[in-house]
């Protein structure tokens, strides 16, 4: 039998469009709020929100959203053929899904990934010291890992052997140490 190569993969902002899902989950839940103005997930810049999401006062109001089956309903992959490349690279890799979160939205997250992606089989989900974006404490350093993720830190942490930063610029994501996939034609063009 051989080993196939692992292949971690983040999910918010890499696999889903959680940017999206967010705000149009912030829409319903504050529309009837003093000054609420619709957040348009496309001028998101900030990452906490705050630049988009007026209502929101602190990060705790940010994981609530983050915890609001809403959001799961809402979330889609992230680019078209994300879902046709994810099952390709299936056959090739061993996919593992590698979030953060806290435990409610680690919870409604794994099962919108069995629903979203059955064929998946393994997933890493990390609590990590109140959802620090740092993905060290995964162990990652088997022969020819691969590791793709859209934050910075989250890269810089692992000890993954190949490493990519994933979609288009953000502040959280400026970065020239590592090669940009841009999106899912992108990561099928450099993996497939
Ligand atoms: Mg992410």
Redesign the pocket.
Known sequence: MTTKTKLYL?????LTN?TRAFCETYNIIYRYHKNFVPAQWELVQKWNFEDQCGCLNDSADVLEIFEDPILFQFLKLINTNTYEVIRELNEKYQIIIA??GTPKNLSLKSLYLKETLPFIKDYILLYNDGCKMNKEIIQMNYSDSIFI???TT?LDSSNAINKFI?GHLYPWSETNNYHRLWDWTDIANELL
């Open positions: 983040d999910c918010d902002n890499t959680s979030s953060i993720d859209d934050v989250n994933f």
